[in-house]
């Protein structure tokens, strides 16, 4: 392992759960829920949880839920993991407010997707970045996601940010891995991967870790891939990531993450309910089906 592994190890994990957030069929957030999936997480050596990020539905969630959430989680996990905010808008002043709420909150550190829908410049994105960087005393991971945001954060980008002695890493889910590797090369960030079809490949190029949605059902398995990885065991890591190839493609391919992770969760008893938050909908049955078949053939003994 290397020392900027180490140092990411140390600021946010490297197995990393993007959580989801349970709801009551009212939509309004279910206590109980969240209790029982991060008593999960954590018994499936979820190591860094992020909290209010894209699974966990951040567009409809207010800055009141936001806090909120990061507070019940902070108390949930009693420092047994690191507890990441998601606090990324559109809007940097209120960017710069949600990252000093989670500070106040107690998380541990900040993701920090780039600026959706307003569509800035490079500079742009680089002057709303180092705004929120510059509004706490914690570590931030910088979130690029253009199939989301409508851009995507330049190498140039990346490599100007990571200059700034709080913004640390970096979760791709860009999917380019010559751009990841050539920044991983010129930076000292440490690279996390964001989608989970590809969390092998990443790994194999040098990434620290993953920030995973399908890992709110599997952690376990993720620990065990970054483990086989690390070890030089690539024959291990080829057969954990196609054990995952049916979940992996009923969660992430079927329609949208979130509503997925929920489903599955739902249906293995840890959240209640798998309600979601217009304009997001719960899954047609042929996705059901898929994604139940999937789940059995995880829990099939090997």
């Known amino acids: 392992m290397t020392d900027q592994q180490r140092?990411?190890?140390?600021?946010?994990?490297?197995?990393?759960?993007?959580?989801?957030?349970p709801m009551q069929p009212d939509g309004r957030i279910s206590e109980p829920g969240l209790t029982n999936l991060v008593d999960h997480l954590l018994a499936s050596r979820c190591?860094?949880?992020?909290?209010?990020?894209?699974?966990?539905?951040?567009p409809t969630l207010t800055e009141a839920e936001s806090a909120r959430l990061v507070r019940t989680?902070?108390?949930?996990t009693r420092n047994r993991a690191r507890v990441i905010a998601g606090v990324g808008t559109y809007n940097t002043a209120e960017s710069v407010q949600r990252a000093r709420?989670?500070?106040?909150?107690?998380?541990?550190?900040?993701?920090?997707?780039?600026?959706?829908?307003?569509?800035?410049?490079?500079?742009?994105?680089?002057?709303?970045?180092v705004a929120v960087?510059?509004?706490?005393?914690?570590p931030v991971m910088l979130y690029d996601v253009p199939a989301r945001?409508?851009?995507?954060?330049?190498?140039?980008?990346?490599?100007?940010?990571?200059?700034?002695?709080?913004?640390?890493?970096?979760?791709d889910a860009k999917g380019d891995l010559f751009e990841a590797m050539s920044v991983m090369e010129r930076t000292s960030l440490a690279y996390y991967c964001g989608i989970d079809e590809l969390n092998l490949p990443y790994l194999a190029c040098g990434a620290t870790g993953v920030v995973s949605v399908v890992g709110n059902v599997v952690a376990d398995r993720n620990a065990q891939l970054i483990r086989a990885v690390r070890s030089g065991d690539?024959?291990?890591?080829?057969?954990?990531?196609?054990?995952l190839l049916p979940l992996t493609a009923a969660i992430m391919r079927t329609t949208q993450g979130a509503i997925m992770a929920k489903a599955?969760?739902?249906?293995?008893?840890?959240?209640p309910h798998p309600t979601v938050r217009g304009p997001l909908l719960e899954p047609l049955p042929p996705h059901l089906a898929q994604l139940t078949d999937a789940l059995a053939a995880i829990a099939a003994p090997a």
């Open 234 to 243: 690539l024959g291990s890591a080829k057969a954990i990531q196609a054990s």
């Open 264 to 271: 599955a969760l739902a249906e293995l008893g840890i959240i």
């Open 47 to 58: 190591e860094g949880i992020v909290v209010g990020g894209t699974t966990g539905e951040s």
């Open 149 to 171: 945001t409508g851009i995507a954060m330049e190498a140039a980008t990346l490599i100007e940010l990571s200059g700034h002695p709080r913004i640390r890493a970096v979760k």
């Open 73 to 76: 989680v902070v108390a949930l």
């Open 101 to 129: 709420e989670a500070e106040a909150a107690g998380a541990d550190a900040l993701l920090l997707v780039c600026p959706y829908y307003s569509r800035p410049t490079q500079a742009g994105v680089v002057a709303h970045c």
């Open 7 to 21: 140092t990411a190890d140390r600021l946010f994990g490297s197995n990393l759960v993007a959580m989801a957030t």
């Open 133 to 138: 960087a510059d509004a706490t005393e914690l």
